[in-house]
């Protein structure tokens, strides 16, 4: 999981583009989502996974956040706001999420 978060990150650093970073992004949302739906939010404070409907054509996307005011990072400045909280990872010792949405 560490190998494949390092690669994202990496690749995302690295892109060329602005829609190669959105797709390395998107990996990098992945596996860091995986880690802390496993491991828990070791953080001091609450951190949100968000969903864009809208991001790669409607297939969709999720992304982990501080704050609830949605940041949309693949709309940019276009669709910032665009997307809703889909989960609260609260500060735990273990994985523990409480569900926001169905």
Known sequence: M???IASAARRTAAAEDIDAARRDFDELSKAVLQLVETFGNSLPD???QIHC????A???ADWLQSGQE???PYFGAKMFRCGEIRRTFAPVDGPQV???QP
């Open 2 to 4: 560490t190998e494949q």
């Open 46 to 48: 609450s951190i949100y």
């Open 53 to 56: 409907p809208m991001a790669f």
């Open 58 to 60: 409607n297939r969709g």
């Open 70 to 72: 949605v940041a949309n």
């Open 98 to 100: 409480k569900e926001d």
